[in-house]
């Protein structure tokens, strides 16, 4: 069902690889919510993966760039600009990738070399990219820019490994930048800290079905889904939100929030019923 929350609006989706991605399913709800978009991956993903029939669904272009280029993001930006015909009002950093974690080097084994391109790939490019929209002026006032995190970024997660530390200096950057960008062109930047989510990235990640659900028996409301995600960052783009920045938001069914919970006592929905079985005995031999 359509709001028409981003009527007018225009805006780059970074990262859109598959169905899966969480930045195909924010391209899809942009445009039903109104917005004219362009989308932006690696010339190799592009090649390789499914955004072209993305571009040709969503009737937008497709602009390749490697996002830790400054030249190719300014490439991205200015096409983006000349398409509009006009500013930019929303952006979303949707990229994330350690080669670490595909090699399986552990934290304790980290080689520099790869633990450089994951800081550079998954949280310096989000500085790279709104470095260059604020020099070229790229961004309208109270314009929206998002970065999808992870709360590994304040709590250890065995196998998360280095993106854990890509995901601290992310969330650190939206806020230093947010500071100026908002104070000077009231653009706000934020953070959406997502539930573990089976994305072509996410599945990379050792032992992510069982952090998956691990993380949706821990939450009150379970994890939110890659589709609850994009309606979360529509919101984000909208004008509903144009006093929020500075902020991680989590958006994960209440997991961040959650320290001891029933189910870490009865793990199995099984247990869970044995144990209400027995509470219902045991409440009418005592009554």
């Known amino acids: 069902m359509s709001y028409n929350l981003l009527k007018g609006k225009k805006g780059i989706i970074f990262g859109a690889l598959n169905e899966q991605s969480i930045a195909w399913k924010v391209a899809e709800k942009a445009v039903e ?4 978009i362009t989308l932006s991956n690696t010339p190799i993903a592009v090649r390789m993966g499914e955004v072209s029939a993305l571009s040709e669904k969503l009737n937008c272009e497709v602009i390749p760039a490697d996002a830790t280029s400054v030249e190719d993001l300014e490439t991205v930006f200015k096409r983006s600009m000349e398409i509009f015909g006009g500013k930019v009002d929303f952006v979303l950093h949707s990229i994330g990738m350690s080669p670490n974690v595909r090699k399986r080097r ?3 084994d980290l080689d520099y070399d790869m633990l450089d391109k994951t800081l550079d790939i998954s949280a310096v490019s989000f500085h790279k990219m709104i ?3 604020k020099k070229l002026d790229a961004i309208s006032e109270y314009g929206s820019i998002l970065a999808l995190s992870y709360v ?5 997660f065995f196998g998360y490994n280095d993106m854990a530390d890509a995901k601290a200096l992310l969330e650190s950057i939206a806020r230093s930048f947010g500071y100026i960008y908002g104070r000077e062109h009231n653009v ?4 959406i800290s997502q539930s573990p989510t089976m994305t072509t990235a996410g599945s990379g990640v050792k032992g ?3 952090l998956f659900d691990f993380a949706d028996r821990m939450a009150p409301l379970g994890n939110a889904s890659a589709d609850e995600c994009a309606d979360y960052c529509i919101v984000m783009f909208s004008d509903l939100t144009r006093k929020v920045t500075m902020q991680n938001l989590f958006h994960d069914g209440g997991f961040s929030s959650v320290g001891m919970s029933f189910v870490q006592w009865l793990p199995t929905k099984k247990d869970l019923m044995s144990t209400k079985m027995k509470m219902v005995i045991s409440f009418t031999v005592n009554r």
């Open 33 to 36: 919510e109104g917005a004219t």
């Open 131 to 133: 470095q260059v929209a």
């Open 152 to 156: 590994a970024a304040q709590r250890t």
């Open 208 to 210: 992510m079905d069982k």
């Open 106 to 108: 552990t934290y304790d």
């Open 188 to 191: 706000r930047i934020n953070t």
